[in-house]
C-alpha cells in the first residue's frame, strides 16, 4: 500500500474535521486529492504537525481534530506524544503514515524500521494506539479508530515508492491559516469554544 | 513593575487567552499566577510550543508563548516557516537571560546575540521596561493585529517577576 492509496481510505473519514498534513508528501497528498477549507497543509516546521494539531484540539474540544503525520515528523518531535497524551484531547486523533524513510529527501532510512511508533504511543499514555500494516487492516480499523475518544494513534505502515509522487501544496501559507480558521469559526449553533 | 496577577488581568484585557511555553525562573510569579488560573499549557521545547501556539489561534484563540532567549534559538524555524509565512499572529514573552553578558556561560552568546536576530528575521520587539510593561503589551497587542505574526517583548532581568 502506497501513500496514496492510504490516504484515499483515511480521507473520507475526516470530511467534517480540522486536518493537518505533516510537510512533506503527505501536505502534497492532501493537497492533490481533495482539497478543502479544514486541510492545513504545514509546508516547514517539521515536526509540530502533532503540535498544531494538539493546540486546536484544546482550543476548541467539541471539534474533531485529526493529525496526518510521517514517521520522520513523529521521530523528529517524539515529545509531543507525551504532551497528548498528558493534556488527553477526547477530540485528537493521530494517524501516522510509516514508510521508514524520508521520502521527500529520496528515501533515506529514519529510525522507524527499529522502533514500534504505536508501542511508544502507548507506553507515553495515548487512550488507545494501533498499528495496521495493509489496506484490508486499515479500512478495518478506521471506523472505531475515529469513533473512539482520543487521544487516538494509529500506525499505518505503508510503502516506500520512488519519484515524486505529487506535486507541491499551491495554496499560499497564510490563505490555508485564515480558511481554517474561519472553518473553526463557532457557529450559531455554539460549537467551539470553551476548555483551557 | 506590574504584580503578576495585574500583569495577566491586563494579558487577559488584550485578548490574550491561550498560555503555552517553558518556564523561566525570571517570571515564575508569572507563571505560578497563570497556573493558578489554569491558564497555562507546560511544552516540553519551544518549537513545539509555538506549534501548539499556532493551532490555538487557528481555533480561534490568540496565544502568548513564554520562553527563555535560548528558546528563541530553538523556536527560529517555527518562528520563520510556519508563524511569519502563514501569518499567525504570536506574542513571544522572551526572557533575556545573558543580558549585558552576566549570566551563566550557557547564556551569554545567544543573550549578546539576541536583538540582533531578532531584528534579522524580521520579528519586531521592544526590550520592556518596568515603568511601560503595561503600554508595552498595548504595543504588541496592536502589531499583531495590523501585521498578524510573531512579535516579541523581551525581558530583562528585574523587569517581571
Not at chain 1, 473520507?12 to 486541510?39: K, Q
Not at chain 1, 516546521?45 to 476548541?60: E, H, P, T, V, Y
Amino acid at each position: 500500500m502506497y501513500l496514496r492509496a492510504a490516504a484515499e481510505l483515511v480521507l473520507p473519514h475526516v470530511t467534517d474535521a480540522a486536518v493537518i498534513f505533516a510537510n512533506g508528501y503527505i501536505s502534497r497528498a492532501g493537497h492533490a486529492l481533495g482539497d478543502r477549507p479544514g486541510h492545513f497543509y504545514m509546508i516547514g516546521s517539521m515536526g509540530l504537525a502533532a503540535a498544531i494539531g494538539l493546540g486546536i484540539a484544546i482550543g476548541q474540544p467539541r471539534r474533531r481534530v485529526v493529525v496526518l503525520d510521517g514517521d520522520g515528523n513523529v521521530l523528529m518531535n517524539l515529545g509531543e506524544l507525551a504532551t497528548a497524551a498528558a493534556l488527553r484531547p477526547a477530540n485528537f486523533h493521530h494517524v501516522v503514515f510509516d514508510n521508514g524513510v524520508y521520502a521527500s529527501t529520496g528515501n533515506q532510512p529514519t529510525l522507524s524500521d527499529t522502533i514500534d511508533l504505536a508501542a511508544v504511543a502507548r507506553a507515553a499514555g495515548y487512550a488507545h494506539a494501533a498499528r495496521v500494516e495493509n489496506a484490508p487492516e486499515l479500512q478495518a480499523a478506521l471506523p472505531r479508530f475515529f469513533a473512539t475518544p482520543g487521544p487516538g494513534f494509529l500506525l499505518v505502515k505503508i510503502d516506500r515508492e520512488e519519484g515524486t509522487p505529487f506535486g507541491r501544496v499551491a495554496i499560499e501559507p497564510s490563505v490555508m491559516a485564515a480558511r481554517l480558521r474561519a472553518f473553526l469559526a463557532p457557529r450559531a449553533s455554539g460549537e467551539g469554544g470553551g476548555g483551557i | 513593575m506590574p504584580s503578576a496577577a495585574e500583569l495577566v488581568d491586563h494579558l487577559l484585557a488584550c485578548g490574550f487567552d491561550f498560555f503555552t511555553g517553558v518556564p523561566c525562573s525570571l517570571v515564575k510569579e508569572a507563571l505560578a499566577e497563570l497556573n493558578r488560573r489554569g491558564l497555562f499549557v507546560v511544552e516540553n521545547r519551544e518549537d513545539a510550543a509555538l506549534g501548539l501556539a499556532a493551532g490555538a489561534y487557528l481555533a480561534g484563540r490568540l496565544p502568548l508563548v513564554i520562553s527563555q532567549s535560548s528558546g528563541v534559538g530553538v523556536a527560529l524555524n517555527a518562528l520563520t516557516s510556519l508563524h511569519m509565512i502563514y501569518r499567525i499572529p504570536t506574542l513571544l514573552l522572551v526572557t533575556w537571560r545573558g543580558h549585558r553578558g552576566v549570566d551563566a556561560p550557557e547564556h551569554v552568546v545567544w543573550g549578546r546575540a539576541l536583538p540582533g536576530v531578532l531584528e534579522r528575521v524580521g520579528i519586531p520587539f521592544q526590550e520592556l521596561e518596568s515603568a511601560r510593561v503595561l503600554a508595552q503589551i498595548d504595543w504588541a497587542a496592536a502589531v499583531l493585529r495590523d501585521q498578524p505574526g510573531p512579535v516579541a517583548l523581551v525581558s530583562p532581568p528585574g523587569v517581571l517577576n
